[in-house]
Each structure stands twice: as C-alpha cells, then as structure tokens.
C-alpha cells in the first residue's frame, strides 16, 4: 500500500511516502495519489451517538461530535495524522490552533508516544492553556491566530505539522463522520459549523464514498465567514458580531474552493450567525441537556432559521465541541448566574 501527495494546482509531486503540510512549491493544499492505510481507534474517538428529537413536523439527529476523547470532532483528523506521522518515524507533532485541535494533538500525542508542540494565539483561553499543560504539551503563546500559524510552519519539517487547514492527511481522518452518518441516511440535510473547512470536506468525501447523496448547509460566524462572498447567504441572524463563536475565526481558508463547491454541488447554503443568535440557541441547546461550546450552538440557530426550507429530508445537526472546556462562560452566557 503505497501513496504520495500531489499539488493539484501547480503540479509538485512528492515522493513516495513523503509528507508535507502544503505544497512546498506554491504553498496550496495537497492531495493524495495512491492507497492511504487505515488505522484503529486509539482512544474511542469516532462512532459518536445521534440523539433524535422530533421538530417542526420532522426528526432531527444531533450527531454529539463533542463527546469525543477530548471534546470535539477534531480528534478523527488528528488521530489518524498521528499514527501516520508515527509510522513515518517522527518523534515531535506540531500544530497551531485557537483551542479544539491542539487539545486534540496534545490529548493524542501523549497516549501515541509523540511529543506535543503547540503555538495559540494569546486570545485562547487560560483554561485550555492549562489544560495543555497538564497533557504535556509544549506550548507557544503567539500575539495573534496569524502569528500562532507563522511559529508553527517553522517547525514543519523536523516536528509531523498537522496542518488541519490543508493537509489531505487530517481529511482522510476526518471522512469517518461523513461514513457514519451514511449508515443512517442516504440523503440527509446536513448542518455544521464551517471555519477551516476540515468538517465540511469530511462529511462531503465521506457521505460521496459512500454513495449519499447530501445538501450540506455551512454554518459560519458573522465575523468569518467567507462562504458567503462566494455563495451568498440563505439566512443572516443574530447581528453583526460574533465574539462568541470563537472557534469559528478563519477568514481566508485555503480550501475556500472546495468548500464552495462542496456546499454549491449539494444544493446546500450558508447562514450566517451573531451573537445574538449564539446566545438564545446555546440556552435551548443546555435546556435540552447537550453541554455544547457557543460555536457549535450556531448549528441550532440556523437550523431554526431555515425549517421551513428544508422540505421533507432527514435533518442531522452536527454538535462540534465540548462546553465543558466553557463552563464559566456558559454561567454567565445563558444568565443563569443572576437567575442563582
Ligand atoms: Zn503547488
């Protein structure tokens, strides 16, 4: 089972076996020729329950991405660049992130023997700063999400650099969700949050191999969302600002083509969330007992928005992260604590 990675724009060829975050010679997103192996489950990521509920007349399934190992979908791309780094005969694992995705690394690097290196930007949360900490992490505290990225490419090379915004390797991990969900439905409507794309590419080439036929809607922050100067929007809720949704951050993602023709292809749509929307939705989102993060709670938001125009498909929700890593903010987002 051999493979090599290719630049679909510029025609660089690796060699075999050979890994890179992003092409070495225009810097854009690779692919893969080949056969890519495939590796067990390490810590029980992937296979994440759907809860059913019933609303407007349909069912919805909330796909709980966030019960993952460490809290969020992230850990199906990271777990399966890990053990192919691993094979590959690196020792260090490198990666830049806002939170979900070195949590991750840090979570799945420790248990595979690899060591952990981080850089965040110094808006992440000192919670989740420690919390790497305590895995082991090495970690780098960067002035901006741009900076983290910049400190982060350096050290590609020496360190396996996940590269969650590029790599096809992190995309082979993520198709799981999208092989899972063609178990249940054969052409669902399917809702999730859209930042660096990994999600919606996941699902896309995983519902497509397995021969589902989706709409995938992208759900993206107001602040960020690049989808919709591409596409347009179906629906734009909540303001202006969307501070909240601080996982949802990436303005220029570099499969912003892609993504576009994902959602384009699949007759799907983009909506567009503030914080005003985050807020109500993520209060629902508790209220029904799902302890989600506010950047996953935009998926509820739209998926209210936009009922009425879903005709008769399967619905199916995707929960990104985990509140837990929230749970002050969570207090004073929803007012629960001047209700105490
Ligand atoms: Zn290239």
């Not at 995309?171 to 899972?180: A, C, N, V, Y």
């Not at 992208?218 to 602040?223: C, L, N, W």
């Amino acid at each position: 089972m051999v493979w090599s990675l290719y630049c679909p724009r510029c025609g660089f060829s690796g060699g075999l076996e050979s890994y890179y975050p992003w092409c070495p010679r225009c810097g854009g997103p690779l692919e893969v020729s080949g056969e890519l192996p495939s590796f067990p489950r390490v810590l029980g990521e992937g296979r994440t329950p759907i809860v059913f509920e019933s609303f407007y007349g349909g069912i919805v399934g909330f796909k709980l991405e966030y019960l993952n190992p460490s809290g969020s979908f992230k850990d199906r791309g990271v777990s399966y660049s890990l053990q192919l780094a691993r094979g590959l005969g690196y020792k260090c694992v490198v990666v830049d992130s806002s939170g979900n995705t070195a949590l991750s690394l840090a979570t799945f690097a420790s248990r595979l023997g690899l060591e952990p290196i981080v850089f965040v930007p110094k808006t992440a949360g000192a919670p989740k700063v420690s919390l790497l900490r305590a895995l082991g992490a090495k970690v780098f505290i960067a002035e901006s999400r741009v900076e983290a990225s910049n400190m982060a490419a350096a050290w590609a090379g020496e360190c396996f650099h996940v590269a969650h915004l590029t790599s096809p390797i992190f995309l082979e991990g993520m198709k799981s969700i999208g092989l899972e969900l063609a178990e249940h439905y054969k052409s669902p409507t399917v809702i999730a949050p859209v930042s660096s794309g990994s999600l919606l590419l996941g699902l896309y080439r995983g519902l497509r191999e397995a021969g589902a036929k989706p709409r995938l809607i992208a759900v993206q922050a107001s602040e960020a969302s690049p989808l919709s100067r591409v596409l347009g929007v179906l629906e734009s809720i909540g303001g202006e600002k969307s501070s909240l949704a601080d996982a949802l951050v990436i303005k220029e993602p570099p499969r912003l083509g892609e993504i576009a023709k994902a959602v384009r292809e699949t007759e799907g749509g983009v909506v567009k969330v503030g914080n005003g929307a985050i807020r109500v939705a993520l209060r629902e989102l508790l209220s029904m007992g799902f302890i989600v993060e506010p950047s996953s709670a935009v998926v509820w938001a739209a998926f209210k928005a936009i009922a009425g125009k879903l005709e008769d498909r399967d619905v199916v929700l995707i929960l990104t992260g985990s509140g837990l890593k929230y749970a002050r903010e969570l207090e004073s987002l929803t007012g629960a604590s001047e209700r105490a």
